[in-house]
């Protein structure tokens, strides 16, 4: 028999994915560069479903029916696009040719349009909620053509997450669409961590609260609003005792945080769009900072003296306020880090014409991803109904939330500037909204320097056109437009 589809690259994700395609009943040819990753696969895995096991290239190709579906799971960058020079010459027009890995957008772009040149339906498939996710059902985001939709439809909702009877899986706008819904996907995943990082931080610093105690706080967070899968897993990790030595877990961890680059791609991109991602913006610079380790012990030394604030000056807390406190601003901070990726999901669909439908993208992140959570339901019935909402904290869930947290939201962040308990995330999503809500912003006096230094002119509140005043001379103002 010919198989559905094919599955290059059996490394972790990929042979997962294959198990994943193979449960389901679809007969999946397996091809691996290293051929032991094949046979080892089929050997152990052999019995979960039909697999058509390739040893060269050739035969795999030759495995699949046509039009041909192909994925392709090998490390990204340069191997992914060795892989596809190898392919591309043994494919016929009309077949399909899946990037699976995480992918730079930008290179899916470039590859899709090379292909498409050649009669090669080239699809960019972000594929969410790692080694676990590949085997028991990721959130699938696709991009491509329609004709290669339809012949990779049935296999990829039957291997994705399913919420409600839903599959996590959508089909989301042609070429790079799929790969930039990931690629922001991750970027919120980096806000969603570094704000449940700042809570474990100010309930411990503030409160005294010890990882365990604090492992209960979260556990009953998970009862309410916040409820998702990171928090359920913050509880596990900060409940976790470290065998060796007996301590909390976290506190025998390195603290200088990885990254595998995704949340840089999504500020890199968020700049270039003009979209202020400020909460992934943070942290991200959040994970350098901590990886300084040599920066820190210096300006640790040269401040180890440094007086705190006279107590008596500081906002006395109460535990059960604080705690509750510090549950208000976390949620209203992750709700400026979605409405902020969202933004940059819209801006990115106009800049490709991607035509993105964002209630979509929230309703496939509700299962099989990290970020999964209670609370993408709301941005779900957020953007069905209001497709063309201006942001997301004008939403009335989400307007009522962050208007019920406000006051809280700001004595947590004073709390921390007063005790030196850095929060850069919830200081900047605070005054990112402050910022938005502002009736005047001082923009006006750097719109004034700006015409001081460069003759850059302005506008004026007054009356329509563009002004520059002769700064220099006798001030006089003249009408630039
Ligand atoms: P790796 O990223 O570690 O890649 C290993 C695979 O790539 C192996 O199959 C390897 O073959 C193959 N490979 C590398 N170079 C070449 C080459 N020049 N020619 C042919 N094959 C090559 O594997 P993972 O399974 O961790 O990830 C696969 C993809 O999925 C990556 O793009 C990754 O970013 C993405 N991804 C990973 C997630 C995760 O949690 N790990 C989550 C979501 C996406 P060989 O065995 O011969 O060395």
Not at 158 to 187: E, R, Y
Not at 220 to 230: C, H, K, P, R, V
Not at 237 to 248: C, E, F, I, N, R
């Amino acid at each position: 028999t010919r198989a559905t589809i094919g599955v290059t690259g059996l490394a972790t994700m990929g042979r997962n994915l294959a198990r994943n395609i193979a449960r389901h009943g679809h007969t999946v040819a397996v091809h691996n560069r290293t051929t032991s990753r094949m046979t080892s696969l089929v050997e152990q895995f052999g019995d979960e479903g039909d697999f058509v096991g390739a040893e060269t290239i050739e035969d795999f190709v030759a495995a699949i029916e046509q039009p041909r579906a192909i994925i392709v799971m090998v490390k990204a960058g340069a191997p992914t696009d060795a892989v596809i020079d190898e392919l591309v010459p043994l494919l016929d027009e009309g077949d399909i040719l899946v990037d699976a890995g995480n992918a730079h957008f930008a290179d899916t772009l470039r590859r899709e349009k090379a292909l498409s040149d050649k009669g090669i339906h080239f699809v960019g498939m972000g594929v969410s909620g790692g080694e676990e996710g590949a085997l028991n059902g990721p959130s699938i985001m696709v991009g491509g053509s329609d004709h290669a939709y339809e012949r990779l439809q049935p296999v990829v909702d039957s291997i994705a997450a399913q919420v409600d009877g839903t599959p996590c899986a959508a089909h989301l706008g042609p070429d790079a669409a799929g790969h930039f819904v990931k690629m922001v996907h991750n970027g919120i995943e980096y806000a969603d961590m570094q704000l449940i990082a700042e809570s474990f931080d100010l309930l411990r610093s503030v409160l005294g609260l010890e990882p365990s105690e604090i492992a209960d706080v979260f556990r009953e967070w998970n009862e309410g609003d916040l409820e998702s899968f990171l928090i359920e897993m913050t509880a596990d990790v900060l409940a976790h005792t470290d065998a060796s030595t007996g301590k909390p877990f976290v506190d025998v961890v390195g603290d200088a945080a990885e990254q595998k680059g995704t949340g840089r791609w999504t500020v890199q991109s968020a700049l270039d769009l003009g979209v202020p991602v400020t909460g992934i913006a943070e942290a991200t610079f959040a994970r350098s900072l901590s990886g300084h380790t040599s920066q820190r012990a210096a300006v640790r030394e040269t401040f180890s003296d440094l007086a705190d604030l006279d107590p008596s000056t500081q906002r006395q807390v109460d535990r059960d306020a604080f705690v509750d406190d510090v549950r208000a601003a976390l949620y209203a901070s992750k709700i400026v880090a979605y409405a902020q990726g969202f933004d940059q999901l819209a801006a990115g669909s106009k800049e490709h014409g991607w035509d993105l439908d964002l209630g979509e993208v929230a309703t496939i992140w509700r299962g099989g991803c990290i970020i999964r959570a209670r609370f993408l339901d709301r941005i779900k019935e957020a953007y069905a109904a209001e497709p063309d909402l201006e942001t997301l904290l004008t939403a009335p869930w989400f307007a009522d939330a962050i208007g019920e947290g406000v006051q809280a939201w700001r004595r947590v962040v004073a709390v921390s500037a007063e005790r030196g308990v850095p929060a850069p995330a919830f200081a900047s999503s605070l005054a990112y909204f402050d910022g938005l809500r502002r009736d005047r912003l001082p923009a006006a006096l750097i719109q004034a320097l700006r015409d001081n230094f460069g003759a850059h002119t302005y506008t004026r509140v007054d009356r329509d056109g563009s002004f520059h005043t002769d700064w220099a001379g006798d001030r006089s103002e003249s009408s630039a437009s």
